[in-house]
């Protein structure tokens, strides 16, 4: 049985219950002509991809008195808008798509980044204390933490004493790392060491949370330490990274003040391509305490911080000396 008799067993079932039936919408003739919001319509159909640029731009109020207005408003957000009421009841579409969104936001979760791809970009791989997903999810304290493996790998392999030290893990959200890693980690290694910074070797820390990368400094003897992670999903959005930056974190003194965190990089968020110059601060440091790049008078407090655009493509490290 295909849709089209699908449709005509739908429409029969709806004339014998005296109900209006809706007339099948032609297709569109015009070749090559660019994808446009859906007009105004309260036909829905069943052969629709709820995942399809078609169905976001659904519009799904009836009878609307400026439709050009809905068309417009539907056309400049992503957000749930247009969709309609039956009732007091969501239409079955609008319903539709968020339970598809919602099952998109939790497969990302459970998801795994697949070890051939952390191998293709020539990363270190580590893991933090947990050993698979469900424990990763229930014992976010054990995700703070590296394993013993770990913590040899990194003395063993990576460069000490680095000016900044970068670090990507998959969080709650293996879309994001796999999504934005081209452009965003290549481009943010060539700016740092452009800027002549002193770059630690970048590596992979699988089941990882935020805080983890205050171990991660105090092992390396890191000055700053750049955490690029997967959010948490929100529903239909499952390509959200966040950096999280901290200047000489350490295990017992580093709080969660202490961390610069730029969210929403994504391709309809924070796009990796836009160019909008960010300042990330690492918390006011002890007197005589050294910068990213250069030692002043221990008589002076300094604030030293890193300023990037969010596509991380121009990095420059510089000194905020305040009294």
């Known amino acids: 049985m295909d849709q089209k008799q699908i449709e005509e067993i739908v429409r029969s079932v709806m004339a014998s219950m005296?109900?209006?039936?809706p007339?099948?919408?032609?297709?569109?003739?015009?070749?090559?002509a660019k994808p446009q919001c859906a007009a105004p319509t309260v036909t829905e159909s069943c052969a629709l991809d709820l995942g399809s640029a078609e169905a976001k731009a659904w519009i799904g109020v009836e009878n609307p008195h400026r439709a050009d207005v809905l068309t417009e408003l539907r056309r400049s957000t992503a957000a749930r808008v247009c969709t309609g009421r039956a009732g007091p009841r969501p239409r079955t579409q609008a319903l539709l798509r968020f339970l598809a969104d919602h099952s998109r936001s939790k497969d990302t979760v459970l998801k795994e980044v697949p070890e051939e791809w952390v191998k293709a970009q020539g990363l270190l791989e580590v893991r933090s204390e947990?050993?698979?997903?469900?424990?990763?999810?229930?014992?976010?304290?054990?995700?703070?933490r590296l394993s013993?493996?770990?913590i040899d790998a990194l003395k063993s392999q990576c460069v000490m004493n680095p000016d900044v030290q970068v670090v990507v893990s998959d969080g709650l959200s293996t879309d994001a790392i796999t999504a934005n890693y081209e452009e965003i980690l290549p481009p943010l290694l060539a700016g740092l060491k452009q800027a002549g910074l002193n770059v630690?070797?970048?590596?992979f820390v699988r089941y990882g949370r935020v805080k983890i990368e205050d171990q991660i400094g105090e092992i390396l003897g890191a000055k700053v330490v750049i955490l690029l992670v997967g959010e948490r999903p929100g529903?239909?959005?499952?390509?959200?990274?966040?950096?999280?930056?901290?200047?000489?974190?350490?295990?017992?003194?580093?709080?969660?003040?202490?961390?610069?965190?730029?969210?929403?990089?994504?391709?309809?968020?924070?796009?990796?391509?836009?160019?909008?110059?960010r300042d990330c601060g690492f918390g006011q440091t002890d007197a005589g305490a050294e910068s990213v790049r250069h030692q002043h008078d221990p008589l002076r407090r300094h604030h030293a911080c890193i300023r990037f655009d969010s596509t991380f493509s121009d990095c420059h490290a510089r000194d905020c000396l305040r009294e």
Not at 237 to 256: G, K, M, N, W
């Open 18 to 21: 005296g109900q209006d039936v």
């Open 148 to 150: 013993p493996e770990a």
């Open 235 to 277: 529903l239909g959005q499952s390509e959200s990274l966040s950096c999280y930056a901290v200047y000489s974190p350490r295990v017992a003194t580093t709080v969660e003040a202490d961390r610069t965190c730029i969210s929403n990089i994504h391709q309809g968020g924070d796009a990796a391509s836009r160019s909008r110059r």
């Open 200 to 203: 630690g070797t970048p590596f």
């Open 23 to 32: 007339q099948p919408v032609a297709p569109s003739t015009q070749a090559g």
């Open 130 to 144: 947990i050993s698979d997903k469900n424990l990763y999810l229930t014992r976010p304290d054990m995700g703070r």
